[in-house]
C-alpha cells in the first residue's frame, strides 16, 4: 500500500526561507481510527442515550449538578451519533462521499463536544469548589436557575468560538478522491493556526487551571477531619469521587490530544524535518480517539457522583431486568 499523505495533502508548504514537500505515511490510521471510533460509538451511544432516558423520564427533581450532566449527555449524543460517517471515511482510506457541508459540520461536532465537555466538566468542578469551600453561601449561589443560565452561556460560547470550523474545514478533490480536512487546507493553514491558538488558550488553558485551582483548594479543606459516619462524610466522599473522575478526563481525553496537536501545528507550519513531522502527525493520530473516549467516560461521572442519578439508574434497569424475564415466562407477553 503506497503511503498517504497528511493534510498538506501532497501539496507544496512553503515559509519564509524554505520550500519543500513531506509525504507522510498514515497507513495506520486506517485501521486505528475506525475500530477506535467503533468503540466509542457502540459504548457511547448507549450509555448516553440511556443517560437522558434517565435525566428526562425517570429523575423527578433536578439539582445544579443534574443540568451540567444533562447537557453533557446532550453534547455527547450529538457526537457519537456522527461518528459512523468518520468510521466509514478511514475505513475508505480518506474517501468522503457525503459531500462539503457535511464533512464541516462533523469536524465541527467534535469540536464542539470537546469544548463542551471541558466547559461543563469545568463548571462541575467549581460548583462542587464552592459547595465544599463556602458551603453556607452556597446554598444562595447554587440553584437551578443559575445553572441553566451558566448551560445556555457555555452552549453559546462554544458554538460561537467554534463556527470558524465550519468556514476552514472544507472537502478537496483529490484525483478523484474527495478529501475531508481535519485541519484546513493548506492555503489557510496560517489562519487555522492562529485561530487553534486562540482556542487553545481560551478554551483549554483557562479551563484546566481553573479546574486544578478549585480541586486544590477542595483537597485542602477536604483533609480537615471531620466526624465518620456523618452527612459531612459522605460529601466528602462524593466530591473526592468526582476530583478522580473529572481529573482522569482531562487527563487522558483532553491534556495529550492538545498537546500533541499543539506541537504538531507548530511543527507542520516551522516546515521542520520530515521524521520529525511525522513522528508528532503520528502522535497527534493516536490521541484523536481519546479525545473522543470523553463521550465514553462521562456517563460513569454521572454514575458515581450523582446518587440520585445513581438510584434512579439502578431502578431503571432493574425495571428493564424484570419486564425481560416476565416477557420470557409469562404466556401473555410471549404470544405472537
Known amino acids: 500500500m503506497n503511503p498517504v499523505t497528511t493534510p498538506f495533502e501532497n501539496v507544496l508548504s512553503m515559509n519564509h526561507s524554505s520550500l519543500y514537500k513531506c509525504v507522510l505515511n498514515e497507513n495506520f490510521e486506517f485501521i486505528l481510527l475506525p475500530i477506535c471510533y467503533g468503540i466509542v460509538f457502540v459504548i457511547g451511544l448507549i450509555l448516553n442515550v440511556f443517560s437522558l432516558f434517565v435525566f428526562t423520564f425517570r429523575m423527578k427533581e433536578w439539582s ?7 447537557n453533557l449527555s446532550i453534547s455527547d449524543t450529538l457526537y457519537v451519533i456522527s461518528l459512523p460517517l468518520l468510521i466509514y471515511y478511514y475505513a475508505k482510506e480518506n ?27 469545568s463548571c462541575i468542578s467549581i460548583h462542587r469548589f464552592l459547595g465544599i ?42 484525483n478523484g478522491n474527495v478529501l475531508c480536512y481535519d485541519t484546513t ?36 479543606q477536604l483533609m480537615k477531619p471531620s466526624a465518620e459516619g456523618t452527612s459531612s462524610s459522605r460529601i466528602k466522599k462524593k466530591s473526592i469521587r468526582m476530583i478522580v473522575i473529572v481529573l482522569l478526563v482531562f487527563i487522558i481525553c483532553f491534556l495529550p490530544f492538545h498537546i500533541t496537536r499543539t506541537i504538531y501545528y507548530i511543527l507542520r507550519q516551522l516546515n521542520v524535518e520530515c521524521d520529525m513531522l511525522e513522528a508528532s502527525n503520528i502522535a497527534y493520530i493516536v490521541t484523536r480517539p481519546l479525545a473522543s473516549a470523553n463521550s465514553c467516560l462521562d456517563p460513569i461521572l454521572y454514575f ?13 434497569s432493574k425495571k428493564k431486568s424484570n419486564t425481560l424475564k416476565l416477557s420470557s415466562f409469562n404466556p401473555t407477553f410471549s404470544k405472537v
Do not use: H
Open 64 to 70: 445544579w449538578s443534574t443540568i451540567y450532566m444533562f
Open 95 to 121: 474517501s468522503w462521499p457525503f459531500g462539503d457541508a457535511m464533512c464541516r459540520i462533523i469536524r465541527f461536532l467534535f469540536y464542539n463536544n470537546l469544548y463542551c465537555s471541558i466547559l461543563f466538566l
Open 185 to 220: 487546507p493548506p492555503e489557510l493553514f496560517p489562519q487555522f493556526l492562529v485561530y487553534s491558538s486562540i482556542i487553545f488558550v481560551m478554551l483549554f488553558c483557562l479551563p484546566i487551571l481553573t479546574v486544578i485551582v478549585c480541586y486544590c483548594l477542595m483537597a485542602k
Open 133 to 174: 469551600c463556602f458551603p453556607m453561601q452556597s446554598l444562595e449561589w447554587l440553584n437551578v436557575r443559575r445553572s441553566r443560565i451558566c448551560s445556555v452561556l457555555i452552549w453559546i460560547i462554544v458554538v460561537s468560538c467554534q463556527a470558524p470550523i465550519l468556514y476552514f474545514s472544507q472537502t478537496y478533490n483529490n
Open 304 to 316: 458515581l457522583s450523582g446518587q440520585n442519578f445513581r438510584k434512579v439508574f439502578v431502578s431503571a
